[in-house]
C-alpha cells in the first residue's frame, strides 16, 4: 500500500508565524510553544530527552558532551519554554548532569517542569537496583529512589519501563513484578503518569492492556523514513487512551539536520551497516536544501502530525542545537503543496524501504550504555 502523508500536514497546519531573533529571546517576547495533554500533565510539543546530554563518552549513543555543554543545554531548553525532560540512567550521565539543573534552579521554576525517568535499566554504574532484578517489584523501588536522588527531586511525574525482553516483560507485569511497584509508587504521589517506553511495537499494545499505564514511549518509528507505527499501535493508543512521547523522529540524527551521513558518524552510529537508509536520507536532504528547507524542520513537523502523539523528545546536546530546534520549530509551517511534493518524491520508497535496511536495537547483544 502507497504510504501517503497525514492531511494535518497537508492542510499545513499553522504553528507559529516566524521564529524567535536572538533580541526576541534576550527580552523575553519569544513565541510561547504550544502543548497538548500527556495523560494527566500539559508538556510542551517539544521536549528534550537526555539520551542527547548524557553521554560522557565519544562512543555512546550520540557522542561525548562535557558536563558543562549538558547542563549549558537543560537550562537553554527550559528557558526557551520546553517543560518536559526524559532521562533514563541508560543514558549515562543524563540524570545526574539533569540533577544539577535542577539543584540551581528556583523551586517555583522546576515546579512548572515535568520529568521523566525510566525503571529496568541495568547499566551499572548509573543504574541502582539494590542488587535485585530490575524487572522486580524491590529492582524498580530501589531504582526509582536512586534515580530521585540523582535527580535532586523528591517526585517523578512520568515513570516508563524501559526496553524489556518478552521473557522481563512477563516477569514484570506477573504478581510481585515491577508492575505492582510502580502501581504503589503511583498510589503514594511518588510517581504522577506510568508507561512504557521501548522499540518493540507488540509489547507497546501488550502493556495498553495494563490499565494503570497511560503513556507509550515509541522509538525510531514514527518519522520521515520509518513509521511502522502509525497502522496498528498509535491507533491503539488512541482507542486506549494512551498518550504518545514520539522519541527519534530524527532517527538518533539521521534527519537532524546535517548531512546524513555526517550526522550519522557520530557515536556507536559509525559502526552500523545502513548504507541505504544514509542514502535515503540524503536524497530527502538535498531534496529539502533546494527549497530552502531545513530537513530537521520537515522531520519535526512530520512527527508532530499524528493524533496519538502529545509531544516528540528530542535529543539535543548543546545549547546552541536547542535554538536551533526551537526556531525551526516556531517558523511557518510548511504547508500542503510542500508535502504533497515531498508524497509524491519519496512516498512510495519510503513504504517499499525493506525493513532489514533500518537498524534495530537488540537489548541483549547491545552495549550502548557502556
Request: net charge negative.
Amino acid at each position: 500500500m502507497r504510504w501517503s502523508l497525514r492531511r494535518g500536514i497537508a492542510a499545513g497546519r499553522s504553528v507559529a508565524a516566524a521564529a524567535a531573533t536572538p533580541a526576541q529571546r534576550m527580552m523575553g517576547t519569544q513565541p510561547a510553544l504550544a502543548t497538548k495533554a500527556l495523560g494527566g500533565l500539559e508538556v510542551t510539543r517539544v521536549s528534550l530527552g537526555g539520551a542527547g546530554f548524557g553521554a560522557a563518552e565519544e562512543g555512546q549513543i550520540y557522542g561525548g558532551v562535557s558536563d558543562d555543554e549538558a547542563v549549558a543545554c537543560v537550562h537553554q531548553a527550559i528557558e526557551r519554554g520546553i517543560n518536559f525532560i526524559d532521562v533514563a540512567p541508560l543514558y549515562a550521565e543524563a540524570e545526574k548532569r539533569l540533577g544539577y539543573v535542577m539543584k540551581d534552579i528556583p523551586s517555583e521554576q522546576r515546579d512548572t517542569l515535568h520529568i521523566s525517568s525510566k525503571v529496568g535499566d541495568h547499566c551499572p554504574p548509573w543504574s541502582d537496583n539494590g542488587g535485585h532484578h530490575p524487572m522486580s517489584a524491590d529492582g524498580v523501588r530501589h531504582s526509582t529512589e536512586h534515580s530521585l536522588k540523582q535527580l535532586n527531586l523528591d517526585r517523578l511525574d512520568v515513570l516508563l519501563l524501559h526496553d524489556p525482553t518478552a521473557a522481563e516483560l512477563e516477569q514484570f507485569i506477573a504478581p510481585g513484578g515491577g508492575m505492582e511497584a510502580m502501581v504503589d509508587l503511583k498510589r503514594q504521589g511518588v510517581v504522577t503518569e506510568l508507561g512504557l517506553g521501548c522499540l518493540e511495537l507488540h509489547y507497546h499494545t501488550k502493556f495498553m492492556a495494563q490499565h494503570e499505564s497511560s503513556i507509550a514511549l515509541t522509538v525510531n518509528d514514527y518519522n520521515l523514513v520509518r513509521r511502522r507505527c502509525e497502522h496498528e499501535v498509535y491507533p491503539k493508543a488512541i482507542e486506549s487512551n494512551v498518550s504518545v512521547i514520539n522519541a527519534g523522529c530524527f532517527y538518533m540524527g539521521l534527519l537532524g539536520g546535517l548531512p546524513p551521513a555526517e550526522s550519522f558518524s557520530m557515536g556507536f552510529k559509525s559502526t552500523l551497516e545502513v548504507d541505504d537508509l544514509i542514502a535515503l536520507a540524503t536524497r530527502m536532504f538535498y531534496w529539502c536544501e533546494a527549497r530552502d528547507v531545513s530537513l530537521r524542520k520537515a522531520a519535526l513537523e512530520f512527527a508532530l502530525d499524528h493524533d496519538a502523539v502529545s509531544t516528540a523528545l528530542i535529543g539535543c546536546r548543546t545549547a546552541n542545537e536547542v535554538d536551533q530546534l526551537l526556531d525551526d520549530h516556531l517558523s511557518r509551517a510548511l504547508g500542503s503543496e510542500f508535502w504533497a511534493d515531498f508524497d509524491r518524491q519519496f512516498g512510495k520508497e519510503v513504504a517499499e524501504f525493506p525493513e532489514a535496511g533500518h537498524w534495530f536495537y537488540d537489548k541483549e547483544a547491545s552495549d550502548i550504555g557502556n
